[in-house]
């Protein structure tokens, strides 16, 4: 079952421009990541912040993690043309007996502009 | 360093044909090993997953299954292929399920 949602489903931006996605999730997580999947191809792994974290930064990127409304949010800063892809919040839960699982969203699609 | 191998890149099958997609990584030991199916514009959903030889979890009921014949490779299979079977299927591992995952290139397979 879907874990993390995705908003927006998609987004539309110009180069330059700052593109915030934001995910929610429905149980308790021992951490959240973000992936990036360019059109047909497998997924790359951008940032993983980890639940008792609320805020981190990787080069353009920045990942908040609320964990009382169960939510975070990835900004992309000065977004470039080459950003466009797809982008996913994965969630880490506890499955049973101390076995985790990932467990991914259904994306937002960014669309960055020249 | 690590690497994760997956083909083929993309199949077509007919209805009621086997299926076999294989998966290997090199570069490291005892890796947890996940297969994912994402339908066209959506998630990823988790298939199966594997913590070691012959060891795999089932996440939904279908017509595939999973096997862990060595430590570094995962196979997906059907015996009879169905037209709901076709997507993109994307095999993936990590160090443990706590950290982040590392994915193949996937398999777009259409089953025809």
């Known amino acids: 079952s879907q874990q993390g949602e995705e908003d927006p489903q998609a987004l539309s931006i110009q180069e330059g421009e700052n593109a915030t996605m934001n995910c929610s999730y429905k149980?308790?997580?021992?951490?959240l990541q973000w992936y990036r999947q360019n059109s047909g191809r497998g997924l790359v792994h951008l940032i993983l912040?980890?639940?008792?974290?609320r805020e981190k930064h990787s080069g353009r990127l920045r990942v908040t993690l609320d964990t009382s409304k169960k939510s975070s949010s990835l900004l992309i800063t000065a977004s470039r043309a080459a950003d466009t892809a797809s982008y996913f919040c994965?969630?880490?839960?506890?499955?049973?007996?101390?076995?985790?699982?990932?467990?991914f969203g259904k994306g937002t699609k960014l669309s960055v502009i020249p | 360093s690590q690497t994760i191998h997956q083909w083929p890149a993309t199949l077509v099958q007919p209805v009621g044909s086997p299926l076999s997609l294989e998966c290997t990584v090199e570069?490291?030991?005892?890796?947890?090993l996940y297969w994912y199916r994402q339908a066209a514009g959506r998630g990823l959903q988790l298939l199966f997953y594997?913590?070691?030889?012959?060891?795999i979890s089932s996440e939904v009921p279908q017509n595939l299954s999973a096997s862990r014949p060595q430590d570094r490779q995962f196979i997906l299979s059907s015996k009879k292929l169905l037209l709901s079977d076709s997507g993109f299927y994307l095999c993936?591992?990590?160090?443990?399920?706590?950290?982040?995952?590392?994915f193949g290139q996937g398999t777009r397979l259409t089953v025809v």
């Open positions: 993936a591992w990590s160090v443990s399920p706590t950290v982040e995952a590392f």
């Open positions: 149980t308790s997580i021992n951490n």
């Open positions: 912040i980890r639940s008792n974290e």
């Open positions: 994965a969630t880490a839960t506890d499955s049973g007996a101390g076995s985790y699982q990932l467990t």
């Open positions: 570069g490291t030991s005892n890796p947890n």
């Open positions: 594997s913590v070691g030889i012959g060891q």
